[in-house]
């Protein structure tokens, strides 16, 4: 029988984490719960709490890969498990700068129209990075697309640490869809939050997040265009 996009991409996650180099002592995961999940400030949980698996291997050289598991609630219809699979390198450019490339796969369960991949790179500095990914069929909509963004953290006290994100995404030809055309091929996301270290392997942060309109859509405009985001994250 043969295997779905979404087991396809599954086995490949598997075989990267597995068989890269074959050393499991660099895996490591994250479990995490929040009340509303949101990929570039758009919610894909259908405004209502979420969690995800995360695995991750870091070889030698950069070299690195790993998952992640979630559940998407796009409508009534579009909803089902959402994995992501990536690899990259990181490498030096300077004291106290690293450079970044690599590929990520996205399937979705029930939904799998909306398979895409991105390649991404990016600068890397200390409390901060900035990326570029671009997409030759952003959700399978036949859009190219084009996501920038800059994230920060600092320190704010013992424990404490203050967090911002700003992204713009922009797409390009195939289908418009109605409800995103009159407002333009562009979208801003914005995060700004704090979070708190909880122990040594766990965070809570809490976040304020807003988008705009416009940009490559491919689901519902129904989501809450900014809201507060509560989340807790353990690793092991």
């Given at each position: ?12 996650a598997?075989?990267?984490?597995a ?9 490591g ?37 790993g ?27 300077g004291?106290?700068l ?40 952003y959700?399978g ?6 996501y ?6 600092w ?21 418009v ?19 708190w ?33 509560l ?6």
């Open positions: 029988m043969p295997l779905t996009p979404l087991a396809r991409l599954t086995t490949l598997a075989t990267l984490l068989g890269v180099g074959g050393a499991w002592a660099d895996v995961g994250t479990l995490s719960v929040q009340t509303d999940a949101r990929q570039r400030g758009m919610s894909y949980s259908g405004n209502r709490p979420s969690a995800q698996l995360g695995l991750a291997w870091d070889g030698s050289a950069g070299w690195y890969a998952a992640q598991l979630a559940h998407a609630r796009f409508n009534a219809l579009g909803r089902g498990a959402w994995l992501q699979a990536y690899g990259g390198r990181v490498f030096e450019l004291t106290g690293d450079g970044e490339a690599g590929v990520i796969a996205h399937g979705f369960e029930n939904v799998s129209r909306y398979d895409y991949q991105e390649v991404y790179a990016g600068l890397l500095g200390e409390g901060w990075n900035l990326r570029l990914y671009l997409s030759p069929d959700y909509g036949g859009q190219r697309s084009a920038a963004e800059l994230n920060l953290r320190p704010l006290a013992k424990g404490w640490a203050g967090l911002a994100h700003v992204g713009l995404l922009h797409g390009r030809g195939g289908q869809w109605s409800y995103a055309e009159p407002h333009g091929p562009t979208r801003l996301d914005l995060r700004l939050g704090a979070s270290q909880l122990g040594q392997s766990s965070e809570l942060q809490l976040a304020w997040i807003g988008a705009g309109r416009g940009g490559p859509y491919t689901w519902t405009d129904s989501t809450r265009r900014r809201t507060a985001v989340s807790l994250t353990a690793a092991f």
